[in-house]
């Protein structure tokens, strides 16, 4: 059985795509998933399970249509492959606010591209994993899972330090 960190894309607390934790929860046990957890409502899931990562996500990306009615890109890690993004990260973590890590559904191709007007924002792309570092704060950048997405032509859902920490956290207790 191994433990996989879950993240959903669009998950939202209120308006379109909301879905409480509680019963997303529901429906992870009843898709046979060990061990549920979620954290804040944002779509963000600790579980475990004896299939691999793919199916892993195939099956709540289905279960999520099937229950909810939302088409939900689903992106998963091992621990390993979370502790290596952490560990991969080329910024400074004292403020957990201006740092994010946008976990990507594949490698892309290309590693840089060009963004208008990011002030001093920046990001490197490591693997699957984009970290974005943005003085001025997460909520005024450019640098954003759409930008990834379209730019990449991958999934991309991003969290912030504090929050990728926490999930490790809760992963490994």
């Known amino acids: 059985m191994k433990t996989y960190i879950v993240l959903l894309r669009g998950i939202n607390v209120s308006g379109k795509n909301k879905l ?4 997303l929860r529901v429906l992870l046990n009843k ?5 549920v957890k979620t954290y804040i409502q944002s779509g963000n ?17 289905e279960g999520i249509a099937s229950k909810f009615g ?16 952490i560990a991969n990260n080329p910024y400074p973590t004292e403020n957990h ?3 994010g890590f946008a976990f990507l559904s594949d490698i892309p191709k290309e590693k840089t591209f060009e963004v208008n007007a990011t002030n001093d924002d920046v990001y490197t792309i490591i693997d699957d994993v ?3 570092y943005c003085p001025s704060g997460m909520g005024n950048t450019k640098l954003t899972n759409n930008l990834f997405e379209k ?23």
């Open 20 to 23: 409480p934790m509680s019963e």
């Open 31 to 35: 898709l046979k998933f060990q061990n």
């Open 45 to 61: 899931i600790i579980l475990d399970a004896d299939e691999i990562k793919s199916n892993v996500c195939q099956k709540i990306k």
């Open 70 to 85: 939302y088409d939900v890109p689903v992106l998963a890690r091992t621990i390993d492959e979370w502790e290596k993004a």
């Open 97 to 99: 606010k201006i740092l």
């Open 130 to 132: 984009a970290y974005i």
């Open 151 to 173: 730019k990449l032509k991958v999934t991309a859902t991003s969290r912030n330090l504090r929050t990728t920490l926490k999930l490790l956290e809760l992963a490994k207790a």
